[in-house]
């Protein structure tokens, strides 16, 4: 009966989803070289930095439509296919009387968005690693919201985290 219930909580499958990744592995010290070109983590490595991904935080002014939970829906997948990335699963929800939140899961990580359509606002986040480029969802809402006003500020998610010394 107690391997039943660790089969319950996944222990114990071979999904490879709970083994330790030994890719990119020093054979120095066996650490993971985090600056290895190679590795297939989705880890950003640019410019001699090495980071998780980049989010951007995406505020929709003046925007139309924001209340229209199918339109939504539609922008997420729009600005998954714009910025090559790899949909897992969407799920909204629309509010009453106004507004919309949810969430476009992602292979690369996330997209989400709380609306007020009343002031014709959205408040999106767009995380993305790997190749994935999460600047293209900038035009994307633009069109999606019939809107020239979006304000974008960049996170590099992880940044100076890891380091040359850490990795070594």
Not at 33 to 46: A, G, K, L, P
């Amino acid at each position: 009966m107690e391997r039943a219930n660790l089969f319950q909580l996944g222990i114990g499958l071979e999904t490879g989803a709970h083994a330790e990744d030994t890719c990119g592995l020093s054979a120095a010290n066996d650490t993971p070289d985090i600056f290895d070109e190679t590795r297939d983590d989705h880890f950003i490595r640019r410019d001699g930095r090495v980071f998780a991904g980049t989010h951007l935080i995406i505020e929709v002014v003046n925007g139309h439509g924001l209340d229209e939970e199918a339109g939504i829906q539609k922008a997420f997948r729009d600005c998954v296919t714009a910025c090559g990335a790899t949909l897992l699963h969407i799920h909204t929800h629309k509010f009453s009387p106004q507004g919309v939140s949810g969430v476009a899961v992602l292979a690369e990580s996330h997209i989400s968005v709380h609306t007020w359509p009343e002031i014709g606002y959205g408040a999106f986040d767009v995380f993305m690693c790997g190749d994935a480029d999460p600047w293209k969802a900038v035009d994307v809402l633009k069109r999606a919201f019939a809107t020239d006003d979006v304000r974008v500020k960049e996170l590099l998610r992880g940044d100076g985290l890891v380091t040359g010394a850490a990795a070594a």
